[in-house]
């Protein structure tokens, strides 16, 4: 889908009938929440490194430091069954022009081939790459974030004076409050965020002797 589509699922999810935010303002909660969402569901990536000799390579061109993740490193290619190389074997090395791909110990021949499977964030441009069934996620989440953004429209927002033109504003306000958190709450439940509750007890061995060795007078060790 491009923008303008999910554009169109996040106003019907976000009710906003006066039309507070606009085209443009919209479409940034979109992009803002896709960053969010590429955290949770990052776009996979492929790419082929020609090597010349070496045992350190630049990465991709779409990577980012510090948000990039390499999963896997395919070498040598070409294999029936592919082999990969064990994490052991590579890491990213931070040099002073950036992240590098580090191999620690193999050094392919110039013209060997490392195929690189790793994750970027999405972009507008790559909207269209999210899957079908992840769509509705990132919707959720950016209905989510404009119902925050018309809850504070709507809290800084006077009431009116003129009989004919009351509005509720600090209800309309808590009422968009409650939808955003309502439509986080779909999202976490949409991408298995959700986590039960933490364990109300432990089990711990308890010391049952007196510090100085001493036994006990009503519980002594042979009745234990």
Not at 35 to 47: I, Q
Not at 165 to 186: I, M, T, W
Request: with cysteine; proline share 4%.
């Amino acid at each position: 889908m491009s923008i303008i589509d999910y554009r169109t699922k996040v106003r019907r999810l976000m009710q906003d009938e006066a039309g507070k935010l606009k085209t443009g303002e919209t479409d940034n909660f979109i992009l803002e929440a896709l960053s969010y969402f590429s955290r949770d569901y990052p776009r996979m990536r492929v790419a082929d490194i020609v090597a010349d000799g070496g045992y350190q390579y630049n990465l991709p061109t779409d990577w980012q430091a510090g948000v990039s993740w390499l999963q896997k490193v395919e070498y040598p290619t070409g294999k029936r069954a592919p082999v990969y190389l064990e994490a052991a074997d590579y890491s990213i090395y931070k040099s002073t022009v950036g992240e590098k791909l580090l191999l620690i110990n193999h050094t392919p021949q110039a013209g060997e081939i490392l195929r690189l499977s790793y994750t970027t964030p999405y972009d507008e441009a790559s909207l269209d790459e999210i899957p079908a069934s992840m769509q509705d996620g990132l919707v959720l989440l950016a209905s989510a974030l404009c119902c925050e953004a018309l809850s504070r429209i709507y809290a800084q927002t006077s009431d009116s004076t003129i009989e004919a033109d009351v509005v509720d504003y600090h209800g309309k306000s808590n009422a968009y409050a409650q939808r955003a958190k309502e439509l986080q709450q779909r999202y976490n439940n949409f991408m298995g965020k959700q986590k039960g509750p933490g364990a109300a007890s432990a089990v711990k061995d308890l010391d049952v002797d007196y510090p100085w060795g001493g036994d006990r007078l009503n519980h002594p060790r042979k009745q234990r």
